[in-house]
């Protein structure tokens, strides 16, 4: 006999016990031999299972990309990671003054095209972020 009969039959007067119900009397025993504080337990485990909500994962783990390029052609492949939303940090210290300021000028652009930021982090050390990253920190450099 299925459940759901079994209890509307139970619910309407006609005391039919079913094999597969469990018993009263077993139950009463078994919460009479277990302490309060192990019930008291159970309870908010049952509570709380359904609860439990799932936070939005990225489905690829998050990177900070480190570039040192070495020439100008380097700047599309830094862009491309740019596109991807990834943030980038560049290290311009064994390049040419020359070389630099096309590839930070090309930079400047692409950010401001895509919304992202640029920031100086030192003498020849750039934060290059997209749209949903902010840069904070203490740093002159740095926006506040």
């Not at 018993?23 to 025993?29: S, T, V």
């Not at 159970?42 to 439990?52: C, F, L, T, W």
């Given at each position: 006999?299925?459940?759901?009969?079994?209890?509307?039959?139970?619910?309407?007067?006609?005391?039919?016990?079913d094999e597969d119900d469990y018993d009263e009397a077993e139950l009463q025993e078994e919460q009479e031999l277990?302490?309060?504080?192990?019930?008291?337990?159970?309870?908010?485990?049952?509570?709380?299972?359904?609860?439990?909500?799932?936070?939005?994962?990225?489905?690829?783990?998050?990177?900070?990309?480190?570039?040192?390029?070495?020439?100008?052609?380097?700047?599309?492949?830094?862009?491309?990671?740019?596109?991807?939303?990834?943030?980038?940090?560049?290290?311009?210290?064994?390049?040419?003054?020359?070389?630099?300021?096309?590839?930070?000028?090309?930079?400047?652009?692409?950010?401001?095209?895509?919304?992202?930021?640029?920031?100086?982090?030192?003498?020849?050390?750039?934060?290059?972020?997209?749209?949903?990253?902010?840069?904070?920190?203490?740093?002159?450099?740095?926006?506040?």
């Amino acid at each position: 006999m299925s459940k759901v009969a079994s209890k509307l039959r139970n619910w309407l007067g006609f005391d039919i016990v079913d094999e597969d119900d469990y018993d009263e009397a077993e139950l009463q025993e078994e919460q009479e031999l277990e302490p309060i504080a192990t019930r008291e337990e159970k309870r908010r485990d049952r509570r709380s299972q359904g609860k439990v909500v799932d936070l939005p994962v990225s489905s690829a783990h998050s990177k900070l990309i480190v570039y040192r390029p070495v020439s100008y052609e380097d700047t599309m492949s830094i862009i491309g990671n740019l596109k991807s939303r990834k943030p980038i940090i560049l290290n311009m210290e064994s390049i040419e003054v020359e070389v630099a300021q096309r590839i930070l000028d090309f930079m400047s652009g692409a950010c401001s095209a895509m919304g992202g930021d640029i920031r100086k982090i030192s003498a020849k050390i750039f934060a290059v972020v997209p749209a949903d990253y902010e840069i904070v920190g203490n740093s002159d450099g740095f926006k506040e």
